[in-house]
């Protein structure tokens, strides 16, 4: 059982002027330091609204173009300082493959692969992402039912795999830009992401 560590209060966003609750854990069944953001919003809600953000050090930091990370997160974070919610920031960077694996493919991707493409020539699965334990951090917060935020069909799926009750997933916005199209159009046709990319030319 995973039981919270620790809460600390950070203002957060732009401009600092939110405030998120970052919480630790013990016991996770894995060795990373994973996070859960808590947002107290002007709705206090029963059912609360959840993002799980897998870690993307070049999107969620330096705002690369390559992907949509940095802008999801963003978008999360100020959704949940108004209406509440838990962002469940989780250290699996690059679909689990780590950053300098990452980095290698976007090198291959240069030369014309999908990002799906890229992985399985670097010898790993599609998404190598484990949500598990972001059923156990719920757990841990006393959490059984959520709305997920995310436009991502397994990770609903995987959420009601963990023992979490999926009563809404809501879509999040689409990010897209003159460099990421492609990596957008593989996760609607390779994973099957709920994106629409109708009015989009990639
Ligand atoms: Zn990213």
Redesign the pocket.
């Known amino acids: 059982m995973a039981q919270v560590r620790n809460t600390v209060s950070i203002p957060v966003g732009k401009d600092q002027a939110h405030e998120a609750q970052f919480v630790s854990f013990n016991g996770l069944n894995d060795d990373k330091e994973h996070l859960a953001l808590i947002f107290k919003g002007a709705d206090h809600q029963t059912v609360p609204l959840v993002r799980l953000h897998s870690e993307?050090l070049?999107?969620?930091v330096f705002h690369?173009a390559?992907?949509?990370?940095?802008k999801q997160l963003d978008e999360a974070v100020e959704t949940m300082a108004k209406t509440g919610g838990i962002i469940l920031y989780l250290r699996q960077e690059?679909r689990g493959i780590g950053l300098y694996n990452k980095l290698d493919a976007y090198k291959l991707q240069d030369s014309g692969m999908n990002t799906f493409e890229a992985n399985n020539a670097l010898g790993f699965d599609d998404d190598l992402r484990d949500f598990s334990v972001a059923g156990q951090m719920l757990k841990a917060l006393d959490v059984q039912e959520i709305d997920l935020l995310t436009n991502n069909p397994q990770k609903t799926a995987s959420m009601e795999k963990a023992g979490i009750t999926v009563r809404n997933q809501n879509s999040t916005g689409v990010f897209y830009n003159r460099h990421n199209g492609h990596y957008l159009s593989a996760k609607v046709s390779v994973a099957n992401h709920d994106i629409d990319l109708r009015e989009i030319a990639v």
């Open positions: 993307c070049t999107g969620d690369s390559r992907c949509d990370c940095g690059g």
